[in-house]
């Protein structure tokens, strides 16, 4: 059998893992776009801070490709060819394929600004980038970071760290508008403020200037050394696309993650996830779900039958200092409960019996549990909620949560080798 995956990043990673738990004889070709091995995207911001080199950026070593007996290729794909089973490099070579795995992951969103060309706006999202940004990085002068989203405010703790004055222009009225309800937004921001970045909400840039001034909607002109643009990602899905497959805002896949042609899959962030609660399908770009798709993928390709149930929208921040995770539901309404302590606060939604979303700053103890309350739809009962939040505690979870869990142990978790 003859495996090929398009990108070799999370998606990737998992794959090799799922094919060779049933399948240690097929041959296994990986596709590296970006030619600079497994890495993990997340850790490019610690790069561009300095406080990590580049030999601790690696997902999977070499070693783990050799071990699987992987042969990676820097090239890109430029073409499939279902009916025949082959796919064509940017240097012309051809690959035969019996099973394909398109883990082409995203890039950003450019917005169409004048002066958006400038060699000193910059996107924070490859290896490269981080390098390119690097090089630009002057100590006090000022960097302007275009979104507020979790990459955005990756950039802004980094380019603080190497000593530059660091100022966020956010469309939305709110930082972390994705992730955060606008209380929580308001603790996050004052922590933010504390740390002497300025974040202006409510605005949007409209031009840069040849000298790299940052002009906003309400005529305010920033002049800046450096300007990030972190605005949102976009599926990679052009190869699908022109290969025919069904995509929609991302691959379309089935539960076992194949595509809308039977010998290509597709998983991590080029793809639709089931939202297991909302029923939706939606693009969750996260590293934990990427790697899970990519060794359910990996397993099916090898001749398994496992199904993917979806996910919930779960991510995890932790930026100067401040640790946020959130899960759940952001645009269903229910009774919500706040609570606060210091820097340490917790918002839960709650619909009847049901914890459709919780935000937890500085309380990573008990975000495991409410998670699992989340994803599997525990029920339990507002008032014990309404107990639980008075103090909030791996003590004071609800014994429902203790029930269900002993439940799940016994069933084991997504495992198909
Ligand atoms: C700065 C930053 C911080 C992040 N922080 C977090 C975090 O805290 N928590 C979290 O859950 N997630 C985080 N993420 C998101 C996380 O990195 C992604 O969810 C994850 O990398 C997705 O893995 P993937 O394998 O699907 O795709 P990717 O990591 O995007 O990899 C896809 C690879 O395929 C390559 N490729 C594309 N097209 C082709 C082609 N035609 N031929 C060959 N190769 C191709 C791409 O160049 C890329 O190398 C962060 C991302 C960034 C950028």
């Not at 995956?5 to 799922?18: K, L, M, Q, S, T």
């Not at 660091?166 to 992730?179: A, F, G, S």
């Not at 691959?251 to 297991?276: C, F, K, M, R």
């Not at 014990?384 to 949560?401: D, G, H, V």
């Amino acid at each position: 059998m003859r495996y090929v995956i398009i990108g070799n990043c999370i998606a990737a990673a998992g794959a090799v893992e799922g094919i060779r738990s049933y399948d240690q004889k097929g041959e296994i070709t990986i596709i590296d776009g970006e030619r600079r091995g497994c890495y993990s995207r997340p850790l490019i911001s610690y790069l561009l801070a300095g406080s990590k080199g580049a030999a601790g950026l690696h997902y999977r070593s070499e070693a783990f490709f050799a071990r699987n007996q992987a042969r990676v290729i820097p090239a890109r794909a430029v073409r499939i060819d279902p009916p025949a089973g082959q796919l064509e490099l940017d240097d012309g070579m051809m690959i035969d394929y019996d099973r394909l795995l398109l883990a082409t992951g995203a890039s950003p969103l450019i917005p169409e600004l004048p002066g958006i060309e400038h060699p000193r706006v910059k996107t924070l999202y490859t290896w490269k980038d981080a390098e390119e940004i690097a090089a630009l990085v002057e100590t006090g002068a000022t960097a302007v970071i275009l979104g507020s989203g979790l990459i955005g405010l990756k950039a802004a703790e980094a380019l603080h760290q190497r000593g530059m004055k660091v100022v966020i222009v956010e469309k939305q009225e709110q930082i972390l508008p994705r992730l955060l309800s606008p209380w929580s937004a308001t603790i996050a921001l004052r922590h933010l403020q504390e740390q002497g970045i300025q974040v202006l909400t409510g605005h949007q840039a409209v031009s840069i200037s040849e000298s790299g001034e940052v002009e906003l909607d309400h005529g305010a002109k920033i002049p800046a050394q450096l300007v990030i643009v972190a605005v949102g990602n976009r599926p990679n899905q052009s190869l699908a696309r022109e290969a025919g497959l069904k995509t929609g805002k991302g691959i379309i896949v089935n539960q076992y993650l194949q595509t809308s042609d039977p010998d290509i899959w597709a998983a991590g962030d080029v793809i639709e996830t089931h939202n297991i609660l909302s029923g939706a399908a939606e693009v969750m770009a996260l590293l934990p779900l990427a790697h899970l798709e990519g060794y359910l993928a990996g397993c099916n390709m090898a001749g398994q039958a496992v199904r993917y149930p979806g996910a919930i929208f779960l991510n995890a921040v932790h930026f100067m200092g401040m640790h946020i995770i959130a899960a759940g539901e952001p645009n269903r309404s229910g009774t919500v409960l706040q609570w606060q302590q210091g820097s340490s606060s917790l918002e839960m939604t709650i619909d009847g019996d049901y914890l459709l979303r919780y935000i937890a700053i500085n309380l990573p103890g008990i975000t495991g549990p409410l998670t699992a309350i989340v994803e599997q739809q525990i029920r339990i009962e507002l008032k014990e909620w309404q107990e639980f939040i008075r103090e909030p505690s791996m003590a004071s979870l609800p014994a429902a949560y203790w029930a269900e869990m002993r439940r799940w142990e016994e069933h084991g978790g997504l495992r198909c080798g």
